[in-house]
């Protein structure tokens, strides 16, 4: 419990003992001490209520009149002036003591989501010349080794230097399964070390890693709001006057009209008052969003705003990049069709792909340094370039090398034949005269075609595959995924120009997604309504460019996080539904008098807490599939 809850559970306890005595009093000496007891009730009224009476005068001065203080303080304050001096003070009493409950649920749902995502590490034991020393991750700096005991958190980004041991991934990824590493590995800051002890040599300053990234986007995602949170701002700004409106009528009409009696009526219209505060709504919506946002994360789902959880629920088409996205990205090197020599094709190709981070660069330089035994020796190139949706060129010995696609040749002038092969074809010439193709191969995730079953089960309307791969290879993959639009052969401009299209074709209220690996996808992913990057973990493009990071390589999770979103959003229209229904049966019986201000006070309160603690099941998202 905080100190402030503490400090206000004293007050509270004060009032009620006073309250008591109040009581007590009037029982016993009422009749011959009428003032005594109202002094009595007016302290116990001060005791409990001094905070709400001072806010209410703060927030008048301020100009904003229409909030919770300002109400209570009119409804208690009239009781003792219509003469109903407990009411007053047990109202305010009663009043404060649900705001508590309602401070202190909020606190512990807020610390349990905290928990959840709190993967900060606390320190590193960094081997420094004088020996192990324990200093906080900041001040370590990349190059200098640390060691990680099992049941550490990993302070930092690096790569293991010695030792072997298994890693707890889950507050990163949502997976269970330990990944077993090893030296030469890298390894992310906040995973747990589980079994041996490691020495890493770090690659990054805390600032810049992994644990930092993700902590600042985690914090940053409760600052972008829902529709639904400006609608109950909207909502509290109209509802909380009218309903003060209605009081002042119900106060003076009907004994002016139909004769009642004053007190009667004012009684009546204090009571309304009472209920007319917003509170549910206001505390648990946004929670109920910050709970769905905690649940997804703990999955390995990174979502970075309210509005996009609350947009995920609404999707109607989701476009899928094929490459590194649908596909592993990881490509086998096949034939080998070379015009001289194929260990030549292979070097030059693999030497002139070694500025470009594309999943067919990086997989053409393993397969290079794998079959020649040797590494790629910078110091060789001199130019490089890399041209999205054709390949790349480079000088290399001082000769100009091109490696890409058929487009690519054609566009360079190189005379060559299309190859009739299935596959990937990476062609390559140097200085103008053509060398060969190499086939490549890439292999489709394992659970891409359940992640489009799911997607189709939970009501997207359509879902698009685009690709600058070859029409054969798009068609193949699509096939077996169970994708019926394709759109092939697609330079980063066509992939911009094929979203805008299908925007115009999805509905006013439907959401369109890109999902793609964040690899030159940065446009589109920018274009779509929600971009969803895939792989986060270890990438900060991905991090940065998408507005949904899937931190492991499932597909499968995209669906999940649109079934995370539709039951973070149910949980919100539960709450709304509930408060406003509750809340207008309560206007209804106080002003046909069946309802006493306590009652009012309750019901205030009691929907409050039981919306809070619905609330918090958004947090809960085990089991759900999409
Ligand atoms: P995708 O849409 O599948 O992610 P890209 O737009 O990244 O594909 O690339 C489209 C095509 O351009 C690839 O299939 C390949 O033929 C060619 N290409 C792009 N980059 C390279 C590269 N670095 N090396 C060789 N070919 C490339
Ligand atoms: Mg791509």
Redesign the pocket.
């Known amino acids: 419990m905080t100190k402030k809850l503490k400090k206000r559970l004293r007050r509270i306890l004060c009032g009620l003992v006073l309250f008591a005595a109040a009581l007590v009093l009037e029982g016993t000496v009422g009749e011959r001490y009428p003032n005594g007891v109202l002094l009595a009730f007016l302290a116990a009224f001060f005791v409990s209520g001094g905070d709400v009476l001072k806010k209410a005068a703060m927030n008048i001065i301020r100009g904003q009149v229409f909030d919770e203080n300002f109400l209570m303080t009119i409804a208690t304050v009239g009781a003792f002036l219509v003469g109903e001096y407990p009411e007053g003070a047990a109202v305010m009493l009663f009043y404060q003591v649900g705001e508590w409950f309602q401070a202190y649920a909020v606190n512990q749902s807020r610390k349990s989501i905290r928990e959840l995502m709190d993967i900060r590490p606390d320190s590193a034991i960094v081997l420094r010349d004088a020996g192990p020393v324990r200093v906080t991750p900041e001040e370590v700096r990349p190059g200098e080794r640390i060691v990680v005991k099992p049941g550490e958190r990993i302070p930092l980004d690096g790569v293991i230097e010695k030792g072997t041991t298994a890693l707890d991934m889950m507050a990163l990824t949502g997976e269970s399964l330990p990944r077993e590493v090893g030296e030469g590995d890298d390894v992310i800051s906040g995973s747990v070390n589980v079994s041996g002890v490691i020495e890493i040599r770090v690659t990054k300053e805390f600032g810049e890693s992994t644990v930092s990234k993700i902590l600042e986007l985690v914090e940053n995602a409760g600052s972008r709001k829902s529709e639904s949170e400006h609608f109950i701002s909207r909502f509290a700004r109209v509802y909380t006057p009218t309903v003060v409106v209605l009081a002042a009528l119900l106060a003076v009409l009907p004994p002016l009209l139909v004769g009642g009696n004053w007190s009667t009526w004012i009684y009546r219209a204090l009571s309304f008052l009472v209920v007319s505060c917003p509170c549910a709504l206001v505390i648990s919506i946004p929670l109920s969003f910050f709970g769905g946002l905690g649940g997804a994360s703990k999955s390995g789902i990174l979502i970075k705003g309210s509005n996009y959880l609350e947009s995920l629920s609404k999707a109607e088409i989701v476009v899928m ?4 996205t649908l596909t592993k990205g990881n490509f086998a090197v096949g034939r080998i069709a070379a015009v001289t020599s194929k260990e030549r094709l292979l070097e030059l190709t693999a030497y002139a ?1 070694s500025g ?1 981070n ?1 999943p ?2 990086l997989s053409l330089r393993q397969a290079y340094e794998e079959r020649s035994g040797k590494k790629i020796d910078k110091s060789r190139i001199t130019q490089m370039e ?1 041209m ?5 060129s480079a000088v290399i010995d001082g000769q100009q090398v091109i ?3 058929f487009r690519h040749m054609q566009q360079n002038g190189i005379c060559c034949e299309p190859a009739q092969e299935v596959g ?1 074809v ?1 062609y390559a010439a140097c200085d103008g005269s053509y060398l060969g193709y190499l086939v490549i191969a890439d292999e489709i995730r394992a659970d891409a075609a359940e992640a489009v079953r799911k997607l189709y089960a939970a009501g997207v309307r359509d879902v698009v595959m ?4 070859r029409e054969e290879t798009a068609q193949a993959v699509a096939r077996e995924l169970g994708i019926s639009h394709v759109y092939a052969q ?1 330079l ?1 401009g066509d992939k911009v120009d094929h979203m805008e299209a299908l925007m115009q074709k999805k509905s006013a209220a439907g959401r369109l997604i890109f999902v793609g690996d964040g690899m ?1 996808d940065a446009p589109v992913l920018a274009r779509s309504d929600i971009g969803i990057a895939m792989g986060g973990l270890g990438s900060d493009a991905a991090i940065e460019a998408a507005d949904v990071v899937i931190m492991t390589d499932e597909p499968s999770k995209i669906a999940k996080a649109i079934a995370i979103s539709r039951r973070t959003l149910s949980i919100v229209k539960q709450n709304t539904i509930f408060a406003i229904g509750v809340k207008i049966l309560i206007l209804i019986l106080a002003a046909c008098g069946m309802a006493s201000m306590w009652a009012a006070v309750f019901g205030d309160v009691g929907v409050a807490v039981i919306a809070i603690l619905n609330a918090m099941r958004a947090l809960n998202v085990k089991g759900q599939e999409g």
């Open positions: 990049d094929k490459t590194g792909e470009s594309h067919i660069s890399d999205a949706g054709f390949g790349v490696a890409g696609n990937t990476v685009l690709t600058g791969d697609l980063p030159n």
